[in-house]
C-alpha cells in the first residue's frame, strides 16, 4: 500500500480515530483529573485550570470525555463487530442455501425488524441484569437484523454468478463459497453499511444511556454526559454540546475512512470494476 | 451525385483512467475518412475496440460516455454537423439521422406502446402529423413483415419477440424519414433463423425508403448480404475500404483475408465407436416441477471426441448441460459416466465424478471470481483435487497456463486485467487443472471476436490430440460446428430432432429445421440472401 495514495479525507478521519483511540486507551495518564473526581463549582465556563468547563456535579468535562471515549468506543464497536459477524453469516447462510432455511430465517429477522428497536431494547435491557456485556449482545442483536437484511440482499447477487457455480460443481463445502466466493464480492456494501452501522451504535447508546439503560453512572460516556448537562443549555451553558460534538465528529470521522476503503475495494484491480 | 455523408478524418478521443496512474487522454480513432451516397449501405466491420461503434455515433455528432470528436469533420449533405450548436443537431438527430441499436429489448420503453414509440420521433420534430405518423408507422410495419401491421403498434414491448423488436426499432429509426439510418449491431444478439429475417426486412425497408445506412456489425458474411461498400477497421484504422465485392472476392490485406477465412476451419470426422464416456437416456427435465424442457433426451458422446448440440435459444441446449452437471436432476432418464449411472444431484456425487466432468461458460466474465488472481483460480482445483500447495502449486499453475499458450507473466494478474480471449483461456486452464475427461463447453466462443474465437477453438482442438478430453460443445453456430465436431445432436423445442456422425447430420435428405437452420446461417457470398429466401421450406421459427 501505497501511503501517497491515501487522500486527505482519509488522513483526516483517520487522524479523528487515531485520537479517539488514544483517549481510550491512555485516559488515566491523558486526563488532567479523574473520573468521579468533584474538582469546583459545577458548570464553570471553560479555560482555567478546566479546558472545556466543569459539568452537573463540578467534575472536569475534558477528563469525563476522554474516560468517556473508553467505554463509548468499546461498546458500539463490540456490538458493531458482534452484530457483523452474525449478520452475515446468518444472511450469506439464508442466501446460499436458499429454500426454507432462507425462508425461516428470512420471515425471522422480519418479526424481529416489526418491532421498534429502541423499544425492545428497553424492555429487554429493563428485564436483564444491567452487566456491560448484555448491553454489548443486545445491541449487537438489534443491529444484525439490518445488516441480515443488506447481507442477503447482496449475497443472493453474487451466487447467482457463475463462478459461484462453478465453485458449487467443483464439490466446494458452504463455508468456502461463503468467504471465498461470496464474501469478498460483497465487501463494499458492507464496509460501508459498517461505518455507517458504527455510528449508529454509538448513537444508539448515546439514546439508552441518555435514557438511564445504558452505561451506568458515575461511570462516563458521551452519551451519558449529554443527559447530565442537558439542563445547563436552558441557562446558555454549552457542557452538554461537547460530548454531542463528539459523537458527530467520531461517526464522521469512521466514515470517511470507511468511503476510502470503499473505494479501494471497488477500484478496477480485483474489483467488479465500479470504481 | 453528391455524397449523403462525407466523413473526413475524423479523430476521436478519450480520457482513460488506469489504475493508480493519472488520467490519460488517448485516441480512439486515427483519422478515418469516407463517403456515402444516398440510398446506399456502407458496413463497417472490425472487432469489439475497433471503433466501428464510436464513429457510427459520430455520424450522429455524439460521443457516448465521455468520448470527444476531436478533429475532422462530419458532412451531411455538405454541412459539416460537427460544427453544430445544441439546437442545430438537436434538428439533425432523430430526423435526418437515425440510430438503431443492438439490444432492441433495452433501448424500448416497457412502459409504453411500441407505436406510440415509433412515432415520437417524426411528432417531436414536427415532421408530421400523429395520424400521418400512424400511417406511416403501419406502412412500416408491413414493409418489415410484422404480423398485423394495423394493430401490432398496439402492443407493449414484452409481447412481442426479440427479432419483431429489433425490426419495431428499424421502424422507429425509418418513421420520420431520415436520409441516414445508423444501424448498430441489429442482428447480433438474435438466432440465425430469426436473424436472417430480420436482414431481409431491413434490407427490404432501406430499398423501399432510400434511405442511406451504416451498417455496424463484426460479421462479415452478414454485412456482404447487405451493404454495397464495407469499410475493414482495426484498432481506429481503416484496413481496407472498397466496394463489396473487392473485399469479399479480393481482400487487398492480411487482416481483411484473416477474416474472410476465419470459418474455414474444418475438423476430420472421428470414426465412429461404441465407447461412449457420457451417454444419456431418455432425459426429461422440467423447471420447478412443471414447466418442461427437455423431452425424452437420448446422446451420447465418444471418448476422446467432440459432440455438437446445436440449437436456437430456448432449445433446450443449455438445460441439457444442466442435466449432466448435476444442478438440474432430470425428472426422467439418467446420465451414465463410463457405464456408471450418475447421481442426478451434484450434492450426491463424489469428487472424483465431479471432477471428471469440469464446465466451460459462455461469459468468461462472470465464470471467474473477479477478487480472485489467475494463480487463485488457477490453483484451486489444484488444491481441492490433488492437495497441492506452495511451489508445487505455482509449478503447475505455470504449466497450465503455458498449455493454454498464454505464459506464467499472468500468473498474479486479475480477471479485470485480463482481454476477453484471455479470460476464457484461464476458464479452460481451470478446467484442465482438474483433470477432466470430460468438458461441457456452453458456447465459450459466442461472445468472442472471430479471430479470438477461432484461436481458441484451435486450442481446444490441440488439447483433444494431446490428452484425449471429449467435449459437449453447446453452440448455435454451424461455422463453429463444422470446425470442431465429430457427431452433432441438433435440438429444437427441447428435443432432438437429428443426432449422429457430423457428415450424416450435415448431408440430405433433412428435416425441415434441420434445412432452415442450415440455410440461415450467413454465407460469405453476395447474394447468399436472396437465394436463401426463395428456396427456403420452414417459416422462421421465431415467431
Given at each position: 500500500m501505497k501511503w501517497r495514495a491515501i487522500p486527505l479525507s482519509a488522513w483526516i478521519g483517520l487522524a479523528g480515530i487515531a485520537a479517539a483511540l488514544i483517549c481510550a486507551l491512555f485516559a488515566p495518564w491523558i486526563a488532567p483529573f479523574g473520573e468521579r473526581e468533584v474538582v469546583g463549582d459545577i458548570w464553570l465556563p471553560m479555560g482555567g485550570d478546566f479546558i472545556l468547563g466543569t459539568d452537573n456535579l463540578g467534575r472536569d468535562l475534558l477528563s469525563r470525555l476522554i474516560y468517556g471515549a473508553q467505554t463509548t468506543i468499546f461498546v458500539a464497536l463490540a456490538a458493531t463487530i458482534l452484530s457483523f459477524s452474525l449478520g452475515v453469516m446468518l444472511s450469506f447462510t439464508a442466501a446460499v442455501v436458499g429454500g426454507w432455511t432462507d425462508q425461516g430465517l428470512s420471515r425471522l429477522n422480519d418479526l424481529m425488524m416489526a418491532i421498534p428497536t429502541l423499544i425492545f431494547a428497553l424492555i429487554v435491557l429493563a428485564v436483564l441484569p444491567q452487566e456491560l456485556w448484555i448491553l454489548v449482545l443486545v445491541m449487537a442483536v438489534l443491529d444484525s437484523t439490518r445488516v441480515f437484511r443488506l447481507g442477503r440482499a447482496v449475497a443472493v447477487d453474487v451466487t447467482v454468478m457463475e463462478f459461484v457455480e462453478a465453485a458449487r460443481l467443483r464439490g466446494e463445502g458452504r463455508m468456502w463459497i461463503i468467504f471465498r466466493?461470496?464474501?469478498?464480492?460483497?465487501?463494499?456494501?458492507?464496509?460501508?453499511?459498517?461505518?455507517l452501522r458504527f455510528a449508529f451504535a454509538v448513537l444508539f447508546l448515546s439514546t439508552l444511556s441518555f435514557l438511564g439503560l445504558g452505561i451506568q453512572p458515575p461511570e462516563a460516556d458521551w452519551g451519558g454526559i449529554v443527559k447530565d448537562n442537558k439542563d445547563g443549555i436552558i441557562f446558555g451553558i454549552p457542557a452538554a454540546l461537547i460530548p454531542g460534538g463528539a459523537i458527530a465528529g467520531l461517526a464522521i470521522c469512521v466514515n470517511l475512512v470507511v468511503d476510502w476503503l470503499m473505494n479501494r475495494t471497488s477500484s478496477l484491480k480485483g474489483g467488479r470494476g465500479d470504481g | 451525385m453528391a455524397d449523403l455523408l462525407d466523413v473526413r478524418n475524423l479523430k476521436i478521443g478519450a480520457t482513460a483512467y488506469p489504475p493508480g496512474e493519472p488520467p490519460q487522454d488517448i485516441t480512439i480513432v486515427h483519422g478515418v475518412s469516407f463517403t456515402l451516397e444516398k440510398g446506399k449501405v456502407l458496413g463497417l466491420i472490425g472487432e469489439s475496440g475497433a471503433g466501428k461503434s464510436t464513429i457510427g455515433l459520430a455520424a450522429l455528432a455524439y460521443g457516448r460516455g465521455g468520448v470527444r470528436i476531436t478533429g475532422g469533420e462530419v458532412l451531411l449533405?455538405?454541412?459539416?454537423?460537427?460544427?453544430f450548436g445544441g439546437r442545430g443537431i438537436r434538428d439533425v438527430r432523430g430526423r435526418r439521422v437515425c440510430y438503431v441499436a443492438q439490444s432492441a429489448a433495452a433501448a424500448f420503453n416497457p412502459a409504453h406502446r411500441l407505436g406510440d414509440q415509433v412515432i415520437e420521433a417524426a411528432l417531436r420534430h414536427g415532421v408530421m402529423s400523429r395520424s400521418e405518423a400512424w400511417e406511416r408507422a403501419k406502412y412500416l410495419f408491413s414493409v418489415l413483415g410484422l404480423p398485423d401491421p394495423d394493430s401490432f403498434g398496439q402492443r407493449y414491448p414484452h409481447q412481442v419477440s426479440g427479432g419483431q423488436l429489433q425490426r419495431a426499432m428499424t421502424a422507429m429509426a425509418l418513421c420520420p424519414g431520415p436520409e441516414l439510418i445508423v444501424f448498430d449491431e441489429p442482428t447480433t444478439a438474435l438466432d440465425v433463423t430469426t436473424q436472417i429475417d430480420v436482414l431481409a426486412a431491413i434490407k427490404r425497408a432501406i430499398e423501399e425508403t432510400h434511405t442511406a445506412a451504416l451498417y455496424i456489425t463484426h460479421d462479415l458474411a452478414v454485412v456482404a448480404q447487405i451493404s454495397d461498400d464495407i469499410m475493414v477497421l482495426r484498432h481506429g484504422n481503416t484496413v481496407e475500404y472498397g466496394p463489396v465485392q473487392q473485399i469479399i472476392e479480393a481482400p487487398q490485406?492480411?487482416?481483411?483475408?484473416?477474416?474472410?477465412?476465419?470459418?474455414?476451419?474444418?475438423?476430420?470426422?472421428?470414426?465412429?465407436?461404441?465407447?461412449?464416456?457420457?451417454?444419456?437416456?431418455?432425459?426429461?427435465?422440467?423447471?420447478?416441477?412443471?414447466?418442461?424442457?427437455?423431452?425424452?433426451?437420448?446422446?451420447?458422446?465418444?471418448r476422446g471426441q467432440t459432440l455438437a448440440v446445436v440449437g436456437e435459444s430456448g432449445s433446450g441446449k443449455s438445460t441439457l448441460a444442466r442435466v449432466i452437471t448435476g444442478l438440474l436432476p432430470p425428472s426422467k432418464g439418467a446420465v451414465t459416466f463410463k457405464g456408471e449411472t450418475l447421481p442426478p444431484k451434484f450434492a450426491e456425487r463424489s469428487k472424483e465424478q465431479l471432477r471428471k466432468i469440469q464446465m466451460l461458460y459462455q461469459m468468461a466474465d462472470t465464470a471467474m471470481n473477479p477478487r480472485q488472481t489467475v494463480r487463485d483460480i488457477v490453483g484451486r482445483p489444484l488444491t481441492f483435487y490433488f492437495g497441492l500447495h506452495g511451489g508445487e502449486k505455482t509449478r503447475r499453475v505455470a504449466e497450465l497456463l503455458e498449455q493454454i499458450e498464454m505464459g506464467k507473466g499472468f500468473i498474479d494478474r486479475y480477471p479485470a486485467e485480463l482481454s476477453g480471449g484471455q479470460k476464457q483461456r484461464v476458464c479452460i486452464a481451470r478446467a484442465l487443472a482438474a483433470e477432466p475427461e470430460v468438458i461441457l463447453c456452453d458456447e465459450p466462443t459466442s461472445a468472442l471476436d472471430p479471430l479470438v474465437a477461432a484461436g481458441i477453438l484451435k486450442l481446444l482442438m490441440r488439447l483433444q490430440k494431446e490428452t484425449q478430453l471429449s467435449y459437449l460443445f453447446i453452440t448455435h453456430d454451424i461455422a463453429t460446428v463444422r470446425a470442431i465436431a465429430d457427431s452433432i445432436a441438433v435440438m429444437y423445442q427441447g428435443r432432438v430432432v437429428r443426432f449422429g456422425p457430423k457428415s450424416q447430420v450435415l448431408s440430405p435428405p433433412f428435416d425441415d429445421y434441420t434445412d432452415l437452420l442450415l440455410k440461415s446461417?450467413?454465407?460469405?457470398?453476395i447474394g447468399w440472401l436472396e437465394?436463401?429466401?426463395?428456396?427456403?421450406?420452414?417459416?422462421?421459427?421465431?415467431h
Open positions: 466466493e461470496i464474501l469478498p464480492n460483497t465487501l463494499s456494501p458492507l464496509l460501508a453499511e459498517f461505518g | 449533405d455538405g454541412e459539416n454537423i460537427l460544427a490485406e492480411d487482416y481483411t483475408r484473416e477474416l474472410v477465412s476465419v470459418r474455414q476451419i474444418q475438423k476430420q470426422e472421428a470414426p465412429e465407436q461404441s465407447d461412449a464416456v457420457i451417454r444419456i437416456d431418455g432425459v426429461d427435465a422440467a423447471y420447478s416441477g412443471h414447466f418442461k424442457v427437455l423431452h425424452d433426451v437420448s446422446v451420447h458422446l465418444p446461417v450467413p454465407e460469405m457470398r437465394e436463401v429466401l426463395a428456396t427456403r421450406r420452414m417459416g422462421s421459427a421465431g
